[in-house]
């Protein structure tokens, strides 16, 4: 019995590791039916096996073998793991699924967003603000969002302008550090910050403070630009204040905000496939002037 038990448990852990990669059920539709068919009679076996309490080692054995020919099948033919980009979860309908794909947007790796209930409703193209808070409802209720608690970050009594939600990604994260949620800024809208004028009208990365030359709005532009493709690229966050002036170089040879988040985004996919660091604008810069 023991042995059994054993080779359960090593299958399951084998199991989820491969799911971990390659998504749920996934596998067995990414080769040719025969080989989907023979791995399907295998799953058969083992779980008569289970349901007999017997051969359940021999039959663990082989259905791990399958899974490894089912891997092999699917790199041959092309496929390749999943890259987190996507999540597999029941849903209870394609507006709820809606709700948590905007928040994703202005998330940073720990899960912390804020976008206002109007930005929500431009992304998702519900004009009912109560569509959005229904589904918001639900997505705590199922742990999927984390409502964070301005008492736990400020010293202050006055809360903040727009309620900061963690997601999670994992379903157990801790709460995130006031770093973390500081660093999200970046990705906000700028008009959803605590701190935005009113009459400002930005996008994600607008957040961090323009200190140097403020009638240079080229300059800046593009420094945000950078900024924004860096943490859509890495999950980090370069500083406003350390990319300014490059930026002004940029702007001075006549390039836009759109040309820089273009060349940004592939540096940075090439610094991660030579697993280099996160590269400056300068980097970015050298590839351009």
């Given at each position: 019995?023991?042995?059994?038990?054993d080779?359960l448990?090593?299958?399951?852990?084998?199991?989820?590791?491969?799911?971990a990669?390659w998504?749920?059920?996934?596998l067995p539709w990414?080769?040719?039916e025969?080989?989907r068919?023979r791995?399907?009679e295998?799953?058969?076996?083992?779980?008569?096996?289970?349901d007999n309490m017997?051969?359940?080692?021999?039959q663990?054995a082989?259905?791990?073998r399958?899974v490894?020919a089912?891997?092999?099948a699917?790199?041959?033919?092309?496929?390749k793991?999943?890259?987190?980009?996507y999540?597999?979860a029941?849903?209870?309908?394609g507006?709820?699924?809606?709700?948590?794909?905007?928040?994703?947007?202005?998330?940073?790796r720990?899960?912390?967003?804020?976008?206002a209930m109007?930005?929500?409703?431009d992304?998702?193209g519900?004009?009912e603000?109560v569509?959005?808070?229904?589904?918001?409802?639900?997505?705590?209720?199922?742990?999927?969002v984390?409502q964070?608690s301005?008492?736990d970050?400020?010293?202050?009594a006055?809360?903040?302008?727009?309620?900061?939600y963690?997601v999670?990604?994992?379903?157990?994260?801790?709460l995130?550090?006031?770093?973390?949620?500081h660093?999200?800024?970046?990705l906000?809208v700028?008009d959803?910050?605590d701190?935005?004028?009113?009459n400002?009208?930005?996008?994600m990365?607008?957040?961090q403070?323009?200190?140097?030359?403020?009638?240079?709005?080229e300059a800046a532009a593009?420094?945000?630009?950078y900024i924004?493709?860096v943490?859509?690229?890495?999950?980090q966050?370069?500083?406003y204040?350390n990319?300014?002036s490059h930026?002004?170089r940029?702007?001075?040879?006549?390039?836009?905000?759109?040309?820089?988040?273009?060349?940004?985004?592939n540096?940075?996919d090439k610094?991660?496939e030579r697993?280099?660091?996160?590269?400056?604008?300068y980097d970015?810069?050298q590839g351009?002037?």
């Open positions: 019995m023991r042995r059994q038990q080779a448990f090593e299958y399951d852990r084998k199991v989820r590791a491969v799911e990669e998504g749920v059920d996934r990414l080769v040719d025969a080989l068919g791995f399907e295998q799953m058969d076996r083992l779980n008569q096996a289970i017997q051969d359940i080692e021999h663990a082989v259905t791990l399958g490894e089912l891997v092999n699917a790199i041959a033919a092309g496929h793991p999943l890259t987190g980009e999540w597999e029941p849903m209870p309908s507006k709820v699924l809606a709700v948590l794909g905007a928040l994703c947007i202005f998330a940073n720990a899960g912390v967003c804020w976008p109007q930005t929500m409703c992304i998702t519900y004009a603000r569509t959005i808070h229904n589904a918001m409802k639900i997505l705590k209720r199922r742990k999927y984390r964070l301005p008492k970050y400020q010293e202050t006055s809360g903040w302008h727009s309620n900061r963690q999670l990604w994992d379903g157990d994260e801790p995130p550090t006031y770093e973390e949620i660093i999200a800024t970046p906000q700028r959803d910050d701190d935005a004028p009113a400002v009208i930005g996008g990365g607008d957040g403070v323009n200190t140097h030359n403020p009638d240079q709005p593009i420094a945000h630009a924004r493709a943490q859509q690229a890495t999950g966050v370069r500083l204040d990319e300014i930026a002004r940029l702007a001075v040879a006549g390039y836009t905000a759109a040309d820089v988040s273009a060349a940004t985004l540096v940075c610094a991660i697993r280099a660091g996160v590269p400056s604008l970015v810069a351009m002037l």
